[in-house]
Every structure is written in structure tokens, then in C-alpha cells.
């Protein structure tokens, strides 16, 4: 067991079941834990539940916010909430500026209001090390819907996977290893290189639009529009799209639901298909994510 956070007080704010596989993780490291929007989970050994956040950010060194964020009005996503956690100006004012506050997706408006009022704040979604782990139950996830919504075997099917990033690959590389015909979608060259050496087909985005009709299975991962309305005319009527990109997905989905194509937005799949690996995959890297922003707090203030 290790105790690389003995003596540092973490506020743990909302969050779905990772939070609750990764509360005892973080104890197991030596962590004392306070809890915000738990009061409708199981009781957690060893969690002092504190009534609000803005009671919580004055007696703790580090606050982390669940992977999700907040919406457009600050509220923090809190699945076991009884009343909705804000996170807004007020409180961001009583943060004091020795306090990294890490989340996974920052909006704008935090953003800034951050960087205005001094306060570190730590985006996670950009984390590579977190992201390609996180790919593992996502890709496995995808798998799954596209398994539940076909009426085909994923072995041996037309399987595309457009956006050869961290998730693409994980995608790619599972589909691959249960049989199916693999196509790789992606634009840089090394990437294209890359599939071929793995076996896929490798198909640059620029000649999509002539390739696409052999799909029967899509799985989206660019964060961008690719599949429009020029390219879903290309798409046959019974392929199935999982688009895995960030909301609102790559995917013109009221145009695919016009032309009869089933085409599903499915974000947050490591939270909902595996909640118990995904928070072990946050308990793996937050340790080491903490002590290095409260380290470089402190040389800031020394310095
Ligand atoms: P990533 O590593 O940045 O991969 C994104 C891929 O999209 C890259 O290969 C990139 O290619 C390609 N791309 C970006 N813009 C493009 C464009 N305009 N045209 C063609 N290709 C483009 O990101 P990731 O970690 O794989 O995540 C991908 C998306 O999935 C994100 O939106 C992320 O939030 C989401 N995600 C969702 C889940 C879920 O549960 N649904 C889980 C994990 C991630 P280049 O390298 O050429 O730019």
C-alpha cells in the first residue's frame, strides 16, 4: 500500500460511481477525503461529508471536480447529489490560490475566471496517460452498442473507424481482434502508415465520401462534423453510427434519422460501462497528478 498522499486533504466534489471506487483509493494512499454530493451514495468509510462546496474549498489542499465538469451554469454533474452543487464565483473566490482545482473538462467560463483570480486549474481531459487509458473502457463501450444495436456479428462486418487518436486506435485495434474488416479513417500519413502495419485498411478523409458505402458498422471519435449530410447520403440505410466525439458528436444525426440510419451519440462510456475501472484509472494517475501541482504550488510560493 502506499501512502504517497499521507497528510493531504482532498476535497472530492460530485461525480458519478468513479468517484466512489476512487474515494477509497485515494484513503488507501493516505489521503483524508471530504466529500461533496454524496449524501444519496452508500456511506464510504473513512469520508467526512461536508453541506456545501463552499464550506469544503477553505479546509483542503486540493479540489477535484468529477471528469464531466459543470454545464453552461456552473452546476457540477453529481450523481448522488440531494441539491444541485454550484460551482460559481462565490466560490471561486473563497479559493485560496495554494488550492489546484482539477477537473476533467473546463468550460470556458471557468476558464477564464480561473486565470483571472490566480487559481491552478488542471484540465485532465488533455491527459494522455489518463486518455489512453480511459480509451480502454470507451472502445470496449462502443463495441458493446454497436453489438446491441446491429443484427450483424461484429466478426467478419465493415467496420470503419474514423479518427485514428487516442480512442481511434483502442477502437481499431478491438474490432481488429475480434474479426472484423477494420477500415482506418485518418489524414496524417504516419497515422495511415500505421494501420497498415496493424492489418487495417487505411483510408485517407479525403477520399471518405467514395469509401464510406462499403460501411456497415461506423464508429465515430473526430469532434468535428465528418459525418454531414453529404456523407451520410453516401452511408447505407442499415449501417449503424456510434459516434464516441465529444458533444454534440461528428454526426449530423437529425439528417441520419431522416434517411432511416441509426446513429447513436454516446458520450461518458468509461463511467457507465466499467465505473469500476474507470475510477481505478483515476486513482492511478491522480496521486501522481495532485503531488506534482501541489509541489509546483509550493515552489511558487517559495520563489
Ligand atoms: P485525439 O487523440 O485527439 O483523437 C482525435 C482524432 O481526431 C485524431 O486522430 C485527429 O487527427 C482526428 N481529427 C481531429 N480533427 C479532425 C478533422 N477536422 N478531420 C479529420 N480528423 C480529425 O482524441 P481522443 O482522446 O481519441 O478523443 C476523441 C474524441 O472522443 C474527443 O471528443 C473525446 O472527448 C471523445 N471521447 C469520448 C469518450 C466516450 O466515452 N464517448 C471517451 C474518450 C474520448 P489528427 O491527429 O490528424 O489531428
Not at 499521507?6 to 483509493?25: M, Q, S, T
Not at 450523481?79 to 468550460?107: C, D, H, M, W
Not at 471519435?221 to 461528428?250: C, F, Q
Request: hydrophobic fraction near 45%; proline fraction near 5%; glycine fraction near 10%.
Amino acid at each position: 500500500m502506499s501512502a504517497g498522499l499521507k497528510g493531504i486533504r482532498v476535497a472530492v466534489i460530485g461525480g458519478d460511481e468513479r468517484e466512489l471506487y476512487l474515494i477509497p483509493e485515494l484513503q488507501k494512499q493516505g489521503a483524508y477525503i471530504v466529500g461533496v454530493g454524496f449524501e444519496k451514495a452508500s456511506p464510504i468509510s473513512g469520508l467526512t461529508l461536508v453541506p456545501s462546496l463552499h464550506d469544503a474549498v477553505g479546509q483542503v489542499d486540493v479540489l477535484l471536480f468529477p471528469m464531466f465538469g459543470t454545464d453552461e451554469r456552473g452546476v457540477v454533474k453529481a450523481k448522488y447529489s440531494g441539491s444541485p452543487i454550484v460551482l460559481n464565483k462565490e466560490v471561486l473566490q473563497a479559493i485560496p490560490t495554494r488550492v489546484p482545482l482539477i477537473i476533467g473538462f473546463a468550460r470556458p467560463a471557468l476558464k477564464s475566471a480561473t486565470e483571472k483570480m490566480g487559481i491552478q486549474l488542471v484540465e485532465t481531459i488533455y491527459l494522455d496517460e489518463l486518455a489512453i487509458l480511459n480509451s480502454i473502457p470507451s472502445a470496449e463501450g462502443a463495441i458493446q452498442m454497436a453489438m446491441e444495436a446491429t443484427s450483424i456479428t461484429i466478426h467478419g462486418s465493415e467496420s470503419f473507424v474514423l479518427g485514428l487518436g487516442r480512442t481511434g486506435w483502442s477502437v481499431a485495434r478491438m474490432l481488429h481482434g475480434i474479426g472484423a474488416h477494420v477500415t482506418g479513417v485518418a489524414r496524417k500519413p504516419q497515422d495511415l502508415a500505421r494501420a497498415v502495419e496493424m492489418g487495417l485498411r487505411a483510408v485517407h478523409f479525403s477520399d471518405l465520401e467514395e469509401e464510406i458505402g462499403r460501411a456497415e458498422i461506423i464508429f465515430n471519435t473526430v469532434p468535428h462534423l465528418i459525418l454531414d449530410r453529404v456523407m451520410l447520403e453516401k452511408v447505407a440505410r442499415d449501417t449503424v453510427i456510434v459516434d464516441l466525439a465529444s458533444i454534440p458528436g461528428g454526426t449530423d444525426f437529425e439528417f441520419a434519422q431522416l434517411l432511416g440510419i441509426k446513429a447513436i451519440l454516446a458520450p461518458g462510456l468509461p463511467g457507465i460501462v466499467a465505473p469500476k475501472s474507470a475510477g481505478r484509472i483515476l486513482a492511478q494517475i491522480y496521486p501522481q497528478l495532485i503531488l506534482r501541482h501541489l509541489t509546483t504550488m509550493i515552489a511558487n510560493v517559495q520563489s
